[in-house]
Structures are given as C-alpha cells and as structure tokens.
C-alpha cells in the first residue's frame, strides 16, 4: 500500500479546493476544505449549508466534527 | 501539512469570540468560547440556548461534552 | 492554551456547586458536582431528576455516565 | 483534585448496597452493587427488573453492560 | 478492591452454566456461556433465540458481539 | 481462562465454513467465513443477502464492517 | 491465520476495482476502490450514489467515512 493510496491523501488533494460535505443528519455542507484530521474533523472556509441543493444558511469559517460526516466530495 | 491548517487550529483561532454550536439534537448554543479539548468538549461563557433564532434559555458558563457537537461556526 | 484555559477547568470550578446536567435523553439533574472524570461520569449530591422544571424524584448521591450527557451548566 | 472525589470512589462507597440502575431502554435494575469496572459494567446481586416501579422479574447475579447505563444511584 | 469484585469475576464463575443474554434490539439468546472476553463478545453454546419466552430459533453456536448486548444474568 | 474458550476462538473454529452473519439494521448475509479480524470485521465467500429465509441477492466476496454485526452462528 | 485471511487483504485485492458500498442510512455508492484504511474509511473514483439500483448523482472521487459502511462487496 503506497502513500498515495491512503483515503486522508484524497482529502489531502482536495485541500483549498471546494468540497460538499454530507451529514449523518441529512444536512449538506458546501464550502473550501481549509482542514482536517484524522478523526476526520474537517474545517470549511466560505461554508454554506444547502437544503435539497438550495443554499440556506452561509457561515464562513465552519468546523464540523468528524463522527457527524458520512461522506465528503468534490463540489 | 502545517501547524496552522489543523482543525483545532481554527476553533483557537475562536478562541473569546462568539460562536454557534449545534448539537445532534437539533438544539443550539451561542456563547463566547472559552476552552475546547481534542474531544471536542467545550465550555461557553455567557451562553444561550436557542430554538428557531430566538433565546430559550441564559445559561452563563455551559459546558458542552464534544460528541453531542455536530458544527461550530463564528456567530 | 494555558492551563485554566481547558474544559475540564470550567467543571472543577463548578465543584461541590449546583449544576444542570441535561443527557440526551431529555432529563435533567440538578444536585452539588462532586467529582468528574474525563470521560465526563459526573457524581452529584443532593440530585433531583427534574422533568420540565419541576422536581420529578429526589435521588441522592448519583452517578451518571458521561456518554449520556449533553450538557454541564450552573444553576 | 483529590482520591476521593472521583467519579468511580463513589460507586465504591456504594459496593454491597442496594443500588438502582437506570438504562438507555428506559429500564431499572435494582440490586446490590456487587462488582463494577473502569467501563462501567457492573453486576448487581439479588436482582430485579423494574417497570414504573413494579418487580417485572427477579434475576440474580445479572452483569449489566456499561454502555447501556444511564444512572446509578443509592436505592 | 479484591480480585473477586470485578465484573468480569461474575461472568467467569457463569462459564459453562446456562445464561440468558438480552440485546439493545430487544431479543433473548439463551446458552451454556462458552467464552467471553473484555469486550464482553460472547459465545453460547446450544444457543436459542427466544421472543417473548418462547423459543423463535435454535442456533448452536453462536457469536455475539459485544456492543449489542445489555444484560447477561443466570437462566 | 485457557486458549480456546476466548470468543474468536469459535469464529477461528468456524473458518471456512458456512456461516449467518446479522446484522443490526436486521439483514442477514450467508456465506463462507474466510476472514475475521477483533473488530470482528468479516469477510464472507459465495455471500447471500437473506430476507425473512429467501435469498434476496447473490454478493460473491462481501466485506461486513463488524460494528455493524449482532450475531455469527453456523448455518 | 496467515497473511492472506485477514479482513483487509479481500479489501486490498479489490483496490481499484468497481466495488459497491452500502452505508447504515440505506445508501448505495458504486466506484473504483481507491484507497482505505483500518478504519475503513475508503474512497471511491468514479462514484456513482445509486437508489434502488439507478444512478441518482455522479460524484467523482469521493472519501466515504468508514463508520457509517455496512459491506464492502464487488460489483
């Protein structure tokens, strides 16, 4: 298993980059991936938070606990 | 990947301002934070709970345990 | 971050004071914080299980269990 | 913080008295505190079931999982 | 706090005697208690799955993880 | 408490054989166990997705994440 | 139990095939494994989110948190 093969080098790429993130509770994240861990903590900068593709609510800088996220993407 | 793009670097960077935590529950706490640990505990002074935007409940320092904590956002 | 700066700080301030703990289940105890460990297990003295604000049994010493619990604040 | 007001000292002051314990299913169990871990799990000896305050069954020695636990507390 | 007293004392004198053990999701598996381990995974031998005390499956041996269960006591 | 009475002793004993996996979401996977891990993460061959006894979907290699899992049993 | 029948390994000879991953909220997301870890956290290329066997979006290459999968199976 070389380096680049691990899921943390996917989201490594994605740095800086627009991504959505999806929640546990249905709710849908869109924003700049500034940061994240290995718990899978992330940090969005310019976030917004969509309902059905609809933006409802902008935050700016968000952190967003890891255990609430099932699944993060290119936008 | 360096010091200052870590997710805990964002909420230090929040550290005495107001902030928005929402919890699993659906639930909402405005505060100034004040202390946060890796687990995502954290504690807020001056706050409140709100339900649909408007104040519920003043409830002075309130400390949060961190995996009922989805999102913090700056208020 | 300095040493008073932490969560758990905020909870040893709160010692043998009376404090609301809300667990995710929607009860509420009230009683005089007499220890705490990380994992947020809180014993109280003198608890109340309170259930919209009213005095629903009185209990004593109680032992509650961290992953149960929402939130710590002061009475 | 001294030895004595951990969270754990307090079930050890309760060890071979009747305690009730309270689970995330909403059910009772009481019984006399025979054993507990760092986890939680405890075993109660004489023990029973408890409905709305009503002996649903009688069970024994009965180990009781620490995640499932709510509350502990003096009978 | 003697050897004796530990939770894990009572599931080991309960070693190759009956148990009933009761999960999260509301079922009964009832067997002579084979092997155990700290996470409290079980393995029951001449297993039965019983629903409302009659017996639903018979199951021989049978695994269980830990994680699901929230009782073991004596049949 | 000697070698073979520990819980994955029995999954070892089940190697290769035909076994039903159930999981908490209630589905129910049958197939040869090839692989186990503590997390009791699994690896099924010649995998079937079961429905109240009728085959619903033939899966070939199945990974099941284990804290998904309630119950392993021979078939 | 040698190198070859531990839970991983089926995982890593799937690497960069077309697998289907199921999630615990019912979810579907067929790709090309990319990469996961011990935490089975797993990122697809060339995802596709699938409802009851159709394409419902297309998603590039996306990091899927492992504690929301239930199986990991081929396509």
Redesign the interface.
């Known amino acids: 298993?070389n380096e680049l093969?691990?899921?943390?080098?996917?989201?490594?790429?994605?740095?800086d980059k627009r991504v959505i993130v999806e929640?546990?509770?249905g709710r849908q994240?869109v924003g700049k991936l500034?940061?994240?861990?290995i718990h899978?903590?992330?940090?969005l900068h310019e976030?917004e938070e969509r309902v059905d593709g609809e933006v409802k609510r902008k935050?700016?800088?968000?952190?967003?606990?890891?255990?609430?996220?099932?699944?993060?993407?290119?936008e």
């Open positions: 298993m093969s691990r899921p943390l080098d996917a989201l490594n790429k994605a740095r929640l546990k509770n994240y500034h940061a994240f861990d899978i903590n992330v940090v976030a935050l700016g800088v968000t952190f967003i606990r890891g255990d609430t996220i099932i699944m993060i993407s290119a």
